[in-house]
């Protein structure tokens, strides 16, 4: 006992000197995400019920998720460049001022037009604050706290992404009672997806206070990035190959376990609620304790380990049939898959030049969105004639090929230099081929 509590109180202040480094910018952008990581939250539980509730069917949920991301996916790279031509703290704004508009419209008009527009809009949005987040958090931490603050920032976003779903689980039937409504009808659902937006519009106003940062003239030429992109090809190909499996796994499953817990296991909205309050704050406690992992194991180590580890809980979860051990299963793998990707993302943006972090952050952001973008309709076709159980497997598959790109690319043990029979010379691989 004595040891651990030696431990924890270096680990303790350990945090409280890298939390210190922060600066002022980094903190006022924790603060919005702290608000609006919180009406996310209840957005992501409740928005797919309030579609259900309205008369439409699964199939109609699969498009709309795909549709999204399949925004997200097509703008990603403008937005790089617009992000690059406006700055961070623009960029921001925009991003957060346009995803509350698109809840606004389906709350107030809704129908199948607007549904769909208004994700578009929706993919957009967040497709321009993905891409901001990278880049703004790499140029306002030193190499002392960046990875702390990465991994802060996610791990935030969770803990309030608890608060959200806690809430979301009540509210409907809060505001029912209020409208003298069913807690899940359409109108109690509406109800609550507005009372969000006014909760969103609060965390703008930190972002107000984002003192810009300016790129050297050079590193802000139109084409610096580009001819980044055209040295550095085959690296950047690996650094985001792994993102692009785990995207299409995760679209396969991750957007429907709401659906999967009320239809499978026959659980109502509040336990439903409760289940992902605490699924967020195991995964920001996750979060939190993985930078001092990374400063112990290595950036890519961490991630491999704890990616590999969290599959067999996802087939558990999947395939468990009492629903208490696949809830047990869902918070150790949300823990355990989550907890590295700030990390990896910090280890991308480290090997990329100042100048191309914006395009490098957006072709991320697509290889993040393209599984979204696509997977969601098939799995809802799934659903539909097959159940779940398909779907849970294509994830596992492509998990596990994702967690061997990781470790074949960046952790394996590198072949040595050859030398020559004839003369002494060797031959050594080009650097890129080892990075």
């Not at 600066?23 to 928005?47: D, E, P, Q, T």
């Not at 703004?136 to 976003?157: A, D, I, P, V």
Request: glycine share 10%; charged share 10%.
């Amino acid at each position: 006992m004595p040891a651990f509590t030696s431990r924890l109180s270096t680990l303790l202040r350990l945090y409280a000197d890298r939390l210190a480094a922060f600066s002022l910018n980094a903190r006022l952008y924790l603060l919005s995400v702290v608000i609006s990581g919180a009406a996310m939250g209840v957005f992501r539980l409740l928005f797919n019920f309030y579609v259900l509730a309205l008369g439409y069917d699964e199939a109609l949920l699969g498009t709309l998720i795909a549709l999204s991301s399949l925004s997200a996916l097509l703008s990603a790279l403008p937005m790089g460049y617009l992000v690059d031509r406006l700055g961070h703290k623009p960029a921001l704004l925009l991003g957060s001022g346009l995803s509350g508009l698109a809840v606004v419209a389906m709350v107030l008009f809704p129908s199948v037009g607007v549904f769909v527009s208004m994700n578009l809009l929706l993919g957009l949005a967040q497709s321009l604050s993905g891409v901001t987040m990278g880049p703004f958090l790499m140029e306002n931490s030193g190499e002392k706290e960046r990875t702390y603050l990465f991994s802060f920032t996610s791990g935030l976003q969770t803990v309030s992404g608890f608060i959200g779903n806690w809430v979301g689980g009540y509210l409907p039937t809060w505001l029912g009672v209020w409208r003298g409504v069913a807690p899940t009808s359409a109108t109690a659902y509406a109800l609550a997806l507005g009372a969000i937006v006014a909760a969103a519009a609060l965390g703008l106003l930190p972002l107000l206070f984002l003192r810009p940062l300016h790129l050297a003239r050079a590193e802000r030429s139109l084409f610096a990035p580009l001819s980044y992109l055209g040295r550095e090809f085959n690296t950047i190909g690996k650094l985001i190959l792994p993102t692009f499996l785990t995207s299409i796994g995760a679209g396969l499953i991750m957007p429907f376990m709401n659906v999967f817990y009320r239809q499978v296991h026959h659980q109502p909205d509040p336990v439903i609620g409760t289940l992902f309050a605490w699924g967020s704050l195991a995964m920001g406690l996750g979060l939190l304790i993985a930078p001092p992992l990374a400063d112990r194991w290595g950036k890519v180590p961490l991630v491999v380990v704890t990616q590999l580890l969290s599959i067999p809980f996802l087939a558990l979860m999947g395939f468990a049939p009492w629903f208490p051990l696949s809830a047990a299963a869902y918070y150790i793998r949300l823990t355990l898959m989550n907890m590295g990707l700030p990390v990896y993302q910090a280890f991308v943006m480290e090997r990329v030049e100042p100048g191309a972090r914006g395009t490098v952050a957006s072709l991320v952001s697509m290889a993040n969105n393209f599984g979204w973008a696509f997977s969601p309709t098939v799995s809802g076709w799934i659903q539909v004639h097959y159940g779940f159980a398909p779907a849970f497997l294509g994830t596992l598959v492509l998990y596990t090929l994702a967690v061997f790109c990781y470790w074949y690319y960046f952790w394996r043990p590198q072949p040595q230099p050859t030398a020559l029979p004839a003369g002494g010379a060797t031959f050594q691989r080009p650097a890129h081929l080892n990075k």
